[in-house]
């Protein structure tokens, strides 16, 4: 992928902020409730063509951010441009080009799908919907995405419950392709599948790639997963970006205590000296007021580290990273 290529997607500073339920002492003393920062100056890109794998712990405000994206959380603050235009624009002709050039396949493939819908009429609905064929070549088009995903044709007359998860996410995915999409997010696509399933969704989704020149946003905890299938890979903790790079900076020379920690917790089918895992120093819920959020879990960590926030490190043209020690 040239970097000098302009992104197809562009985040820039964007937070995401969630109001806690209303408590009986905030209506007593008639304040707002305290809000819970899930994503915190965001930024990165996403060139077309490109797969960037996004991978954090539960609840590191990964998803949130790749909903943010699609407009399905606000955002409090900063900016997200596609094709180098606000996707917060409200000019209706655009926002109906948004949702037709950028499409989500969700984590669980059976609530994400009507379970009163055969997969012919979900497609078709679509299809109908963005108007992509006149009425009389949906039949024809449900057909051609279901050869598109992998599917056999006879599978149009099924419900999904009476289909594997699987074949519910190859619907999931043929939905998403039914607008022609330039940018897909997909949201732990195969966490919810067996090995065996894992490996064939992941080989669709190249193939995909390749045949269509989609742009893909990977959000996924198995770092395995993101080592094959991404170009580039950013690692977020707590709501922030602390590490970007291209595959082999992030998976070879990692530059964030982190990302070092994330990966030596991946099984390896080769005996090697056994890393001893990182152990907070102090409440992990506890926030780390103005310091680094990693601060209490960081075998790195000073003084520095539990009063600064750190700035973004330039390591090299493609690799950056959130920590005060970075460059050493």
Not at 22 to 39: I, K, N, Q, W, Y
Not at 304 to 316: G, I, K, M, Q, Y
Request: proline share 7%; with cysteine.
């Amino acid at each position: 992928m040239p970097a000098s290529e302009a992104p197809l997607l562009a985040v820039n500073d964007v937070d995401v902020r969630f109001a806690k339920p209303r408590t009986f002492a905030d209506a007593l003393l008639r304040r707002s409730p305290d809000a819970v920062h899930a994503v915190a100056s965001a930024t990165l890109d996403l060139r077309p063509r490109e797969t960037l794998g996004l991978v954090g712990e539960s609840g590191s405000g990964k998803t949130t951010l790749g909903r943010a994206i699609l407009q399905l959380h606000p955002v409090a603050g900063g900016e997200i441009r596609y094709r180098g235009r606000s996707v917060h624009d409200p000019m209706p002709d655009w926002q109906r080009r948004l949702r037709r050039e950028m499409q989500m396949v969700f984590q669980d493939p059976y609530s994400s799908l009507n379970p009163r819908l055969t997969v012919a009429q979900t497609l078709g609905e679509v299809l109908r919907f963005h108007r992509i064929v006149p009425d009389a070549g949906v039949a024809a088009e449900v057909a051609r995405l279901l050869d598109v995903v992998g599917l056999p044709r006879s599978m149009a007359d099924r419900l999904p419950r009476a289909m594997s998860g699987g074949q519910r996410q190859r619907v999931g995915l043929a939905r998403a392709l039914a607008v022609r999409p330039s940018l897909l997010v997909l949201d732990e696509p195969v966490a919810a599948l067996d090995v065996s399933i894992q490996a064939q969704i992941l080989n669709l989704l190249a193939d995909l790639r390749t045949e269509f020149g989609l742009a893909m946003l990977f959000v996924a905890h198995d770092l395995s997963v993101v080592r094959h299938v991404s170009d580039r890979v950013a690692v977020m903790y707590r709501g922030r970006l602390v590490e970007q790079g291209t595959r082999e900076e992030i998976f070879v020379q990692p530059a964030h205590p982190y990302t070092r920690m994330l990966l030596a917790a991946v099984p390896q089918i080769v005996a090697r000296k056994r890393v001893r895992p990182v152990q907070a120093a102090t409440d992990l819920n506890a926030a780390v007021a103005g310091g680094c959020a990693f601060a209490p879990r960081c075998p790195q960590a000073v003084d520095r580290c539990r009063l600064e926030v750190p700035a973004s490190t330039v390591l090299s043209e493609s690799h950056s990273a959130a920590c005060h020690f970075a460059a050493t």
